[in-house]
């Protein structure tokens, strides 16, 4: 049986890497490490690397129109180029996506590469079937962290919990049916918090004592971590600059 030849390029690429708001705080998804990743392919494979365009805080799931670097990296393709991630699934994690991409880059005379391989050296069935996979794995992973949010999300929502980038002093007052916060409301909790605060740094007392005084007499966080300094200081000095 015939085999099917290894995919040539001119010896030029371009680089692609995204990373999604959930993944930033992940180690090992960083946008550095996969611009290292993409580097070291292009230096490996005697590749010249144009340059890698980002996109950041972007889910896997976006179309092609909400990603500007996704879109700028396909622009700066010409004929004969290799665009190169360091993954596959950071191009996207849906199958129907990624293969709407590649068809687009095919039609420029280019092609995909991994970094990590995944069978985007060759065009034989094998490789194929090796790409089909991994799309599918990548899909599946994303479908599974949304349920796993989902159900994060409503064991917060029973315990009051906060939940996402609110405002000190401000909670989720309604939700929407895919289980993401949608209107806010006061925190009578917090602004109590915030006026103790207040009176305690009127009263002389620094934020280094004001957090040590909330942590012994175990004051009650509405949001996860500890009382520190920094964050009081940081509301006292917001709360400050409102009044002024």
């Not at 991994?134 to 917060?156: M, S, Y």
Request: aromatic share 4%; proline share 6%; hydrophobic share 35%.
């Amino acid at each position: 049986m015939k085999q099917a030849p290894k995919r040539t390029s001119s010896g030029h690429a371009v680089g692609y890497a995204r990373v999604s708001s959930e993944e930033q705080a992940k180690s090992g998804l960083g946008l550095e490490s996969q611009d290292l990743a993409v580097t070291a392919y292009c230096a490996q494979h005697a590749i010249t690397l144009r340059r890698t365009y980002r996109d950041e805080g972007r889910s896997g799931a976006l179309p092609v129109a909400k990603r500007p670097g996704l879109r700028a990296a396909l622009a700066a393709l010409e004929p004969g180029d290799q665009l190169v991630v360091p993954k596959r699934d950071r191009l996207g994690r849906d199958p129907i996506l990624v293969a709407l991409v590649e068809l687009e880059i095919e039609r420029k005379g280019c092609r995909l590469a991994s970094a990590a391989g995944e069978g985007t050296d060759a065009d034989d069935p094998g490789s194929i079937l090796i790409r089909r996979v991994v799309d599918a794995i990548a899909e599946n992973f994303r479908l599974v962290t949304g349920v796993r949010t989902a159900e994060a999300h409503a064991r917060k929502r029973s315990r009051g919990e906060w939940l996402g980038s609110l405002p000190f002093g401000s909670r989720v007052a309604t939700w929407s049916e895919e289980g993401r916060p949608d209107t806010i409301e006061p925190c009578p909790v917090e602004l109590a918090q915030l006026a103790e605060m207040r009176r305690m740094h009127r009263a002389g007392m620094g934020p280094r004592a004001i957090a040590r005084d909330f942590t012994a007499r175990g004051v009650r966080r509405m949001r996860p971590g500890k009382w520190d300094p920094g964050s009081i200081s940081r509301l006292l000095r917001r709360d400050t600059d409102a009044q002024t």
